[in-house]
């Protein structure tokens, strides 16, 4: 028996633009409860926020930590908080 593909189950998205979509609302929802929360997050929270596996919530802020959206406390076990890049998301400047 050869080894079975890891994406035989997954179902092909024909709107990679609403899977975008999907993906940057995921985003915008952990970073703006991490800066709303003010203290350290987990990766315990994230998992709750997410519906998702504690696994798959650690595999999910090490991409942002990568990306620069948040930085880890070595000292705190998995603790997050969010970088500058991940504020100016949320400050909205209005020109007239």
């Known amino acids: 028996m050869g080894m079975k593909d890891q994406h035989d189950n997954k179902t092909v998205d024909c709107f990679p633009s ?9 985003m915008i929802l952990v970073l703006g409860n991490i800066i709303k929360k003010r203290s350290r997050t987990s990766t315990d929270d994230v998992k ?15 991409q942002l930590e990568q990306a620069g959206y948040v930085e880890s ?24």
């Open 18 to 26: 609403m899977l975008a979509v999907a993906y940057g609302e995921r």
């Open 48 to 62: 709750s926020w997410l519906q998702m596996s504690k696994r798959s919530a650690q595999r999910y802020m090490n």
């Open 73 to 96: 406390d070595f000292e705190t076990p998995a603790g997050y908080k969010a970088t500058e890049k991940a504020k100016q998301i949320f400050k909205i400047k209005v020109t007239a």
